[in-house]
C-alpha cells in the first residue's frame, strides 16, 4: 500500500484515509483502497445492524444448500446480526432449525428470523444476558422444550471496546468484557453438553487479534485468547466422546461490533491493512461455519480457521 504524509490543517484532505495524526497535525494517508464505509459511530453495545451505512451484506443468492444441516438443532449466539446473522442464513439453507440467543437488538433479530424462515426451517428468538448463567439456563432449556436436542452450538456473542492504554480500561470494562466473551461461552457450553451427542460440533468465535495484537483493544485480545486455550482443551477433553471443538478467527468484518467500538474516524481504513485491501463481509466467511458444523469436517477438531483477506497467515 503506497502512503504518504499530509498536513491535516492545511485544507488538503480529500478522502477518509487519515491513519495516524501527531501533535503536530502531520498524519499517514492511504490511498490504495476502496472507501466502503463512510465515518460512523454507535454509543451502544454490541451495535445495530439496521443502523449501518451500508448495510453488511450477509447472504450470497449464489449460495445453495444442498441438506448439509437437514434435521440439526443449531444454538446461535449473537445471530441477529453481523457474522451470526450470516451464519443462521447459511445453517438454514442447508436445513438446520435455528435458536437465536441475542442481548437486546430486537429490530435486528425479527429481521433476521423472518429472513432465516424464508427458506423453510423453524427459527426462534430468544433474549437475554448472556452473562448471566441463569438465561444460558433458558436458552437450553427452551431450545429443548421446542426441538428436543442440540447438534451445534456457535458461541459467536461478543463485546470489544476501544482505549487508548491499559491506564484506560477501567476494572469495570475488563470484567465486562471477560464476562461477555469468555464466561458467558463456558456457561453455555456446560449446558448444552448435557445435551449433546455424539456427532455434535461446537463452533467458537475468536479472533485474528489473538494471533498479532490490537494495542487498543487490549481486554478483548486477553479475551479472544481465552477463547482459543478454552476450544484445544475442550477438544481433546471431547474427542473420545467424538463432539468436535472448533474455532474461527475472522479478520476485519463489517458487523455491528465495528462501528460499536471504534472511533467514527476509523471506520473508512478498516481492513485496508489486508493484502485484499478492504474488510470481509459476514457472507464471505459463513460457509465456513457450515463446513465445521456439517459431517464434511467429521475428523476435523481442536483447530483454528483464519478468514482475513490474506493479513495474517497461522
Known sequence: ?????????NGTQDDYGLKYINEQGYGLICKNY?????????????????????????????????GKLMNKVAIITGGDSGIGRAVAVGFAKEGATIVIAYYNEDKDAEETKQFVERFGVKCILISGDLKDPNFCDKVINETIDNFGKIDILVNNAGVQY???????????????????NIYS???????????????ASIINVTSITTFKGEPELIDYVTSKGAIVGFTRSLSTNLANKNIRVNAVAPGVFWTPLQPACWEAEKIPT????????RAGHPYEIAPLFIYLASDD????????????GGEYKG
Open 270 to 277: 478498516l481492513g485496508s491493512d489486508a493484502p485484499m485491501g
Open 1 to 9: 500500500m503506497n502512503c504518504n504524509y499530509f498536513n491535516s490543517n
Open 185 to 199: 461461552m463456558f456457561y453455555l457450553t456446560k449446558r448444552a453438553l448435557k445435551h449433546m451427542k455424539p456427532g
Open 297 to 308: 469436517s467429521s475428523y476435523v477438531t481442536g483447530q483454528v480457521m483464519h478468514v482475513n
Open 34 to 66: 476502496k472507501l466502503e464505509f463512510p465515518p460512523q459511530h454507535q454509543d451502544i453495545q454490541p451495535g445495530m445492524e439496521y443502523l449501518m451505512e451500508p448495510r453488511p451484506i450477509f447472504n450470497n443468492p449464489y449460495y445453495r444448500g444442498s
Open 162 to 180: 476501544q482505549q487508548k492504554s491499559l491506564l484506560d480500561i477501567t476494572e469495570e470494562q475488563f470484567d465486562l468484557t471477560m464476562k461477555t
